[in-house]
Structures are given as structure tokens and as C-alpha cells.
């Protein structure tokens, strides 16, 4: 891991610093920047940050001889040309001074950063799983919902229906009771005008009987006339048919109004059995009885009653409607989760970008702004625009990033650099100690 320790073989440029020797260091354009910026007259922005308003950290390398080995640091991005050996030498020396990349930091933190990846896919199918699971129980719910209102419908649908059917009963039943009542008060009128032809017929014959019986005496007193005695015998006979029809007509009609009579019990039984059940019906409603007073229901009442129980009917069916959407609703949902889930479980865990996952690293907390990051070609197996890409970032952290490297495209990009950005120097073979700084 990157490690850190007291400047040793490096000379340093902070406010009071001195080089690696016993002899004082001419002040730099670095060690004013870095006044100026104490006393406020100076911004830290990032990589865009104008030239020299870093605190300097590393001017130069040296071996722990006091052979200077690269001079002129840049003080944000120092890009420094040197082969494996001489990368090797240095890497020995200023492993103890600052903060020192290797590759093995990257590769812990791609497993990290792949082992944290696969963990959270794992949370996430098992939330996914839970989404699924509570969609499924929500279903649930809303299919009992929906066949509760369903049932509660075809029971107000059917309550209605029974209504409808004894209501009807009902209504024959009492318009056959006014048709049995009306046939028997009119059976009555006749046998009561049958009674009375009867009773005039008797009367007549009982007025012609006196004088037949005058005439008959009179006769064998005095002689009457045959012929009258005939005609009132042939009177008398003819009263006697008009009685005998007379009577065989009370006797029709009497039966005719016992019939009516007897027609319109039968019709008052079957009304107050048709009322007895519409009552019955009504009490025994699956949305509750309805009272309907005493006597039978009056054809008003009767429409009032319809009105009710088919409200009752379509409110149990808008509830029975918003019940089935919303079972409609879960169920997409179920089948949403479960595709989600398998898109999951076939899509596997996710595989990191190494190159992403290092800047984002690189820019992270774990790098301070004060701090300096030394690297042995460290970034190599992203490419030279994935070394410049992490030695950007981490130099945007505030870190002063000295990057060792014999790669002529990375040497490329840190020559081209704007000056206020960073640069590139050389470890030379052997060179006397002597304090530098950036305009020599």
C-alpha cells in the first residue's frame, strides 16, 4: 500500500524548509507563491489553477548521497523520464517520504471496488426479490378485494332481481284480488235481481191464485164462464213456468256468486301470500332488511324500494370495477417485479471498468490536498490516456503527483502541458548536489 514518512532524500520547499544538505536554499518562486497564498492573495483552484500557487512539496530528487537526480519539479503534475533501473533507485529512496502508488494499490482497489459492485448487485436482486414478493402479497390482497366486491355485486344484482320477480307477483296477485272482488260483488248484484224476479213472480202467481179460486166457486155458484176459469188456470200455469225459471236462475246465480265468492278468497290468500314473501325478501337482503310497514307495500313504496336496492347494485358495481382495476394493476406490477428480477439474475453481477474505477478512486477522499503522490509507471495498463486521465485527477485533489515513466507518449502529453499545469523532467545519471529551482 502507498506509505509515507519524513522527507529524507528529497529536497523540500515549504515556508521553513531547507534543502538536503546543511546549507540554505535560495528562496523559489515557489516558497513566495506559497507566502502570498498564506496571506490570502492567492486562490487553490483546481488543475486550471494558474502556475505557482501550489505549496511546493518536492523541487528535487536526491539520492541519500546528496546527488541531486531531478531537478525543477513541477509542483501539481511532475512527469519525470526514467528507465526501469533508474525508476527502481528512486522508488527505493522516497518510499519513506511520501505517499507512493504501486501496482498492487490498483489491483486492491479493483477488487475492492469489483467485490463492492458484486455485493451490491446481490442487495440488489434481494430487494428486487422483496419488490416481487410484496407485489405478489399486494395481488393477493386485491384478488380477495376483487372477488369480496364481485360477490357483493352479483348479491345486490340478484337481490334486485328477486325483487323485481316477487314485486310482479305481488301486482298480479292484487290485480287478480280486484278482478275476484269486483266478479263477486257483481255475482251478488245478480243473484240479489234473480231474488227479486223470483219474489215478483211469486207475488203475481200468489195475486192470480185468490181469483182463480173465486172463479172456480162462483162457478158451481153461479155459472161463471168456462173460459175465464181457463185463462186463469192457463195464467196461473204460465206463472207457475215463469217461478220454476225464476228459481233455476236464483239458483245460477247463488252458485255463480259462491264461485265469486270462493275466487275471491283464493285471490286474498294468494295477495297476502305474495305479500308475506315480498316482506320476507325484504328482510333478508344481502345489504340489509328494508322496513316496509304494516299492510301490503303500495305500488309508491314499491318504486322506492327498486330505487334503493338498484343504487345498492351500482355502487357494489363501481366497487366491484375499481376492485378489478386495481387487481389489474397489481398484477402488471407482479409481472413487472418478476421481469426486473429476471433481467437481474440473467444480466449476472456487473463487471467494473478498471480505467473508471481508478479515476474514480484517484479523485476520491483518500487522496488529501496536501499531500504528494509518487507513482513507478504505476498506471501503464490503462494507456498513456489513462495515465493522463489519473494523474489529472489526482493532481485536481491538490496533490503534487510525480509521475515516473519511459513512455514517450505519457513524456509527450506532460511537455505539452500549459506551464501553469504541470511538466516534464529527467533523472540524470550523476549530478552534484547544489540547491536549485525553477528558473534555473
Known sequence: MASSGPAHPVRVSHETSSSCSSEPTKTTRYQLISAARREGTESWPNVSRPYGVFEVRFEELCNPDGVVLARGLHPSIAVVAAGSGARAAVTSVVSNSCKVLRSSDIDEELERASALAIEQYEAAVEQQRDKLAQAKQELVEASAAASSTTET??????????????????????????????????????????LVELERVLSQRHSTTAPLEQARKGRERQGAPEVIIQQAINLQAALARAEADKREAVRQADDDYQGARMASRQAQSALKEAELDLRHSLANLSTGPLECGPGVPLPGLLTTFRDRLDGALATADKAATRARSVEHAARSRVEWE???????????????????????????????????????????????????????????????????????????????????????????????????????
Open 153 to 194: 355485486a352479483v348479491l345486490a344484482g340478484a337481490d334486485l332481481a328477486r325483487f323485481d320477480e316477487l314485486a310482479g307477483h305481488l301486482s298480479s296477485a292484487d290485480e287478480a284480488y280486484e278482478a275476484a272482488v269486483h266478479l263477486d260483488t257483481e255475482a251478488a248484484r245478480s243473484l240479489a235481481a234473480a
Open 338 to 440: 418478476a421481469r426486473a428480477l429476471e433481467s437481474l439474475l440473467n444480466a449476472g453481477p456487473p463487471v467494473i471498468d478498471p480505467l473508471e474505477t481508478a479515476v474514480n478512486w484517484a479523485g476520491s477522499e483518500h487522496f488529501g490536498p496536501d499531500g504528494v503522490v509518487f507513482a513507478d509507471d504505476t498506471f501503464t495498463r490503462f494507456g498513456p490516456e489513462g495515465v493522463a486521465d489519473l494523474v489529472t485527477t489526482l493532481a485536481g485533489r491538490g496533490c503534487q503527483v510525480i509521475y515516473l515513466t519511459e513512455n514517450p507518449q505519457v513524456l509527450g502529453w506532460a511537455i505539452s502541458l500549459p506551464g501553469e499545469v504541470g511538466g516534464a523532467s529527467t533523472i540524470a545519471n550523476s549530478r552534484n548536489k547544489e540547491p536549485g529551482s525553477v528558473g534555473d
